[in-house]
């Protein structure tokens, strides 16, 4: 066997990078897998405001601190898209598109990715003006018309929420029909602010000074264009979890969220969850890390239980 890892993390953002300052501290021997820069969904964020004890932090440079410091206590990395997760016995296989790792437990922390517009420059304007965090920028747009796309539940409760900062928001919608429940629409319908444009569909951002100034949209049925004049975009056309890796084992709810317990737990011993992966109710940072400090001192806990249960 290959080199055998006391703790495997899947997924080097917040929650992952927390996991593994905290497993190497406890001695672990350890080791981080990401299939794209370190940060997650930091490094796609242009400011951050809430992350306590900090009054505002690029989030490129939050996720380098991050992973700076998880690197210096010791935790490996390497790059690579985990396809699947197998436990045998007491190990488990981590298998990447080039490789194969062994691990004693797994935490899981490989996050959701949003549905996408597919619009011209959409990665490119992601945190200057494309956002898909209320939450996390609307501050930004204090007394500026914003956007929200999507009909659901995210949509609109995001919309309602950045009314506390933009002066006017508009729900775009390409159908007439909404995927929320009635009390979400009638708190969006209530508020004064929110005006809504359905049977309408993203075609191009426009763009001044490098950042978001417009929306270019179009009928649905007739292909009529028109223009809003907004500062930002807000997304919230769905997400997908990923764990896809893990879609044999039965860890999942029907929307393949991970289950978990308040300990981070799956239904298999040694598998942890942490951050957006897992089903929850707020997906922020501060929340990321909460659940990556308390995957890693659990792991650590089941190591412990593993190490008795062979001496014995």
Known sequence: MDTLYDIIIVGAGPAGMTAGVYAAR???????????????????TYIIENWPGIKNVMGVD???????????????YQYGMVEDIIKEDDTFEVVTQDNVYFSKSVILASGTVENRLGLENEEQYVGKGVSFCAV??????????????????SALEEAVYLTQFAKHVYIIMRRDVF????MAVDIAYANPKIEFIFNHKPQAYLLEDNKISGLEIAH???????????????QYIGA??????????????????LLVNDMMETQIPGLFGAGDVNQKGLRQIV???????????????????LKLKKKA
């Open 26 to 44: 406890a001695g672990l021997k350890t080791l981080m897998l990401e299939p794209e820069a370190p940060g997650g969904k930091l490094v796609k």
């Open 62 to 76: 939050l996720a380098m601190s991050m992973f700076d410091h998880a690197s210096h206590l010791g935790v490996e």
């Open 136 to 153: 996390c920028d609307g501050a930004f747009y204090r007394d500026e018309v914003v956007s929200v796309i999507g009909g659901g539940n």
């Open 179 to 182: 995927r929320a429940d009635q």
């Open 220 to 234: 649905s049925h007739t292909g009529e264009k028109q223009t809003v004049q907004v500062k930002a975009v807000f």
């Open 240 to 257: 997908n979890p990923a764990t896809a890796m893990v879609s044999k084992l039965n860890v999942t709810d029907t929307e393949g969220y």
């Open 287 to 305: 929340t990321a890390t909460s659940d990556g400090a308390v995957a890693a001192q659990q792991a650590f806990q089941y190591l412990q239980e």
